[in-house]
């Protein structure tokens, strides 16, 4: 059993930035594809990006291409998700997944953290 937790979330005005954190405990975390995933409200949870146990593969969705990059720190159990030039349409509440393989589908991982919210002003 793997538990997740998200910090680093908060409110920030369009065009800054926010750094995710996903920390792990009750295994290593290196054992784990890790995926972010977001929800806004009204909206269906959407994926934003992934990176394989080792970190030589990571990938994200077209919408957040040259401004979120993830990365994982595997010495201490966590996984990042750097945002950069935020949007206001990145509004959204975010959470990290943890499963067996690199995946972008949600079914692919089998924990979840809580999600921590993510708002972005005008």
């Known amino acids: 059993q793997v538990q997740l937790v998200e910090s680093g979330g908060g409110l920030v005005q369009a065009g800054g930035s926010l750094r995710l954190s996903c920390a792990a405990s009750g295994r290593t975390l290196s054992g784990y594809a890790v995926g972010w995933f977001r929800q806004a409200p009204g909206k269906e949870r959407e994926f934003v990006a992934s990176i394989s146990r080792s970190g030589g593969t990571a990938t994200n969705t077209n919408s957040v291409k040259g401004r979120f990059t993830i990365s994982r720190d595997n010495a201490k159990n966590t996984v990042y998700l750097q945002m950069n030039s935020l949007k206001v349409e990145d509004t959204a509440v975010y959470y990290c997944?943890?499963?067996?393989?690199?995946?972008?589908?949600?079914?692919?991982?089998?924990?979840w953290g809580q999600g921590t919210q993510v708002t972005v002003s005008s």
């Open positions: 997944a943890a499963g067996p393989l690199f995946s972008v589908q949600a079914a692919g991982y089998d924990y």
